[in-house]
Each structure stands twice: as structure tokens, then as C-alpha cells.
């Protein structure tokens, strides 16, 4: 099944036909990535084309924010684990870049503190506290870390 972009669409060729399921491929990637580019380039659609149904379906913008604050969770976990078991380099054998990721969960808490207060019944406010005491929290384990280098070196 697809559907027919219009052609004044970014990125989309006149009359080209997408998979109507996009939107689930789409939030699947977003959920892993927290990135709305690389997730419309993984589902075949320009961002725009994202940003619009998020704009015009409700239950698609609602959905939108549960993969968000999914995204943002893999992220805590995989900053934590690193910091943890000392894994410093990516697979590419890269240093990791942990201020960008602690920057993007910067970014994403007031996303996150709305998504969990709606599921959890409490307020925003409350959320985003928690929030910023876990970013603190990596944010100093990020400084231990960088002392223990800096003495082991």
C-alpha cells in the first residue's frame, strides 16, 4: 500500500509513491536514535513530510513523543554503560563523544518530562527535576572519569 506525495513535497519527486506504513518505521528508528532526519531517511520520506503528519494527526504527534522519550531512555543507558564498564572508544574505535550525549539529553528532557508525566499522572515539573538530577549525575561521572584519566596518563 502506498500513498502519493505531493509534489511541492521537499525531496519528493512528482507523483512518487511511498509505504504507508512509514510512520512505523519512522518512530521504530526514532525511538533508537532520538534523530528525525536519519528516522525519515530510514523510513523513505523527507523530514518535512514527518513534521506535517505530526501536525495533522494527533495520534501519530502522541506516538511521535512516546518514541522520543524511548530514544532518550537507550541514550541514558548506553551513556550510563559506557561510563561504567570504562568503554571510552566507539566501534569505529573513535573517542565517544559523551558531552554531545549529554547535550542531546539536555535537549530531549523537556520532551521526556512531558511524555513521562502524561504516562506516569504527575506533573512536568516534577519529571523534569528527576531528569536534571540523572543528567547531573552523568555529567559528574563524566568529570570522575576524565580526572582518572587525566591522573592515569
Given at each position: 500500500m502506498s500513498e502519493k506525495i505531493r509534489s511541492g513535497s521537499a525531496?519528493?519527486?512528482?507523483?512518487?509513491?511511498?509505504?504507508?506504513?512509514?510512520?512505523?518505521?519512522?518512530?521504530e528508528s526514532l525511538s533508537q536514535t532520538s534523530n528525525v532526519t536519519k528516522s525519515a531517511e530510514a523510513a523513505g520520506v523527507t523530514a518535512s513530510t514527518a513534521y506535517r503528519a505530526r501536525s495533522n494527526e494527533p495520534e501519530f504527534a502522541r506516538r511521535w513523543i512516546v518514541a522520543l522519550r524511548e530514544g532518550y531512555a537507550h541514550l541514558e543507558l548506553e551513556v550510563l554503560r559506557r561510563l561504567r564498564e570504562g568503554e571510552q572508544k566507539t566501534?569505529?574505535?573513535?573517542?565517544?563523544?559523551?558531552?554531545?550525549?549529554?547535550?542531546?539529553?539536555?535537549?530531549?528532557?523537556d520532551n521526556a518530562a512531558r511524555a513521562q508525566a502524561e504516562q506516569r499522572n504527575v506533573s512536568a515539573k516534577e519529571v523534569r527535576a528527576s531528569i536534571d538530577r540523572k543528567v547531573e549525575e552523568i555529567r559528574l561521572k563524566v568529570m570522575e572519569e576524565k580526572v582518572k584519566d587525566n591522573r592515569g596518563r
Open positions: 525531496g519528493a519527486g512528482k507523483g512518487r509513491r511511498i509505504n504507508t506504513r512509514w510512520r512505523d518505521h519512522f518512530l566501534n569505529d574505535g573513535e573517542k565517544y563523544d559523551f558531552a554531545n550525549a549529554i547535550r542531546l539529553l539536555s535537549a530531549h528532557r
